[in-house]
Structure formats: structure tokens, C-alpha cells
Nanobody
Framework: QVQLVESGGGLVQTGGSLRLSCAAS???????MGWFRQAPGKERAIVTH????????YYADSVKGRFIISRDNAKNTVYLQMNSLKPEDTAVYYC???????????WGRGTQVTVSS
């Protein structure tokens, strides 16, 4: 089992920045860690993920150039630096970790990010 604890959400104005953190514990991470988000009335969607072995990264088109995922291997922690935030970025952000097959099966409880216009 992997336990994930997120922190860093909050309220910010349009154009502002926030940094989310996700600390993982419980077992060695297998494959990917990532961030998803779910806005009211919408399905949960991938924002970004990073492969633990080589650091390769994926970003959803909607956040490219604004969000940066990074990791601290020693701390089993991933970060999401969110810049130039827009009201449409408002959502609950979830940290997730995958199994060895790349399926995201471990989830944090989520942290609210609200961007005011």
C-alpha cells in the first residue's frame, strides 16, 4: 500500500501561483506519480505525471508552460508548481501513484485550489 498526503492548496487570484506537495509513504514507488484534478460537475482528469525511474514527464495541454511537476527522490515527494493560474484551474487536486503497470491506483484525499477572477 502507498499512502499519499497532499498539502498546499488554497485561494489565489488570477495570475497567481501555488505550490502543491505530495508525500508518499508505505512502500517503494513503482512507476508514476502524478496530479489529477476534478472541477465541479466534471470528471477527474490528468494534469501531469512523472515517471519515477527516469523523470520523464507528461503535461496536459491545458497546463503546459504554466505548471511544473518535480520530485524529491529522497523524500518520496512530488511537487506541483502552478503559475499563471486561471479561474478554470479551480478544482480539487489529487495526488496519485501508480502500480508497476502504470495504473493510478493510490490516491490522496485531495486539496482544493480556487482561483478567483
Amino acid at each position: 500500500q502507498v499512502q499519499l498526503v497532499e498539502s498546499g492548496g488554497g485561494l489565489v487570484q488570477t495570475g497567481g501561483s501555488l505550490r502543491l506537495s505530495c508525500a508518499a509513504s508505505g512502500r517503494t514507488l513503482d512507476s508514476y506519480m502524478g496530479w489529477f484534478r476534478q472541477a465541479p460537475g466534471k470528471e477527474r482528469a490528468i494534469v501531469t505525471h512523472i515517471r519515477w525511474s527516469d523523470g520523464s514527464i507528461y503535461y496536459a495541454d491545458s497546463v503546459k508552460g504554466r505548471f511544473i511537476i518535480s520530485r524529491d527522490n529522497a523524500k518520496n515527494t512530488v511537487y506541483l508548481q502552478m503559475n499563471s493560474l486561471k479561474p478554470e484551474d479551480t478544482a480539487v487536486y489529487y495526488c496519485a501513484a501508480s502500480n508497476g503497470g502504470g495504473q493510478f491506483i493510490y490516491w490522496g484525499r485531495g486539496t482544493q485550489v480556487t482561483v478567483s477572477s
